[in-house]
């Protein structure tokens, strides 16, 4: 019956891909921990999940032009080391329980900055003047900003896609929608790969959960992709920043 409510929160959460964009990892990880799961084994089986329910997408944003690879390459010189590097740094622990507090409350921290990043994409984007030499002027910014993502990402699951996003397009403002996207997406899956193999090491992915979020979850993006133009997107994101900020919150706080 548990292998049921598995594949059920995959097809919720695919389906909130597909139709708002917002990034699995900021609701699925929550969404485990509802179901009772270690923060460890949600993290680690999320990031496996992510890495593998995104290849599909990296291939179609390539295949149609949409990942600018020299941005992409700048961010995964950072992000892939400094995964790397966290997951040795948590393997010096002796046991899981002894990071779990770090974990929820990064955790709590990434999904308050994914809320706002939702909110307020337009606004950020807005301010920003795009510039002709600005892909030359962010390649060793976004490097740095790889860095962070790697770390982060790596001990929450969380930010590869809408933080992603956002140094992009504060970055690169010039660069056109797709393209950010495309780009995020080819970044994202080789490090929700990366990270999420070395939680493999850890010990911290439970094989059985993350079999059946892929099979609800694969399909039901797929679905929520087709359907998007006929959901009120702008009542759903807000509606999910809130949920988001909301954890945030008590991960962050309590």
Known sequence: MDFIWYIVAGLGVGLAVGITGVGGGSLMTPLLLIFGFPPHIAIGTDLLYAGIAKSTGVYMHAKRGNVNWRIMGAMAA???????????ALSQFEHPEHYQHLLTSTLGLMLLMTAFVIVFRKQIHALIKPRSDSQSDGTKAIFLCGIVLGIFVTLTSVGAGALGTAMMMLLFPAMQARNVVGTDLAHAVP????????????????????????????????IGTKIASYVPNKVLQPVLATALASFGVKYLFF
């Open 191 to 222: 490090l929700t790969l990366v990270a999420g193999l070395g939680h493999v090491l850890l010990g911290n992915v439970d094989y059985y959960l993350l079999a059946g979020l892929l099979i609800g979850s694969i399909p039901a993006i797929y």
């Open 78 to 88: 950072g992000s892939l080391p400094a995964s790397f590097l966290t997951v040795w």
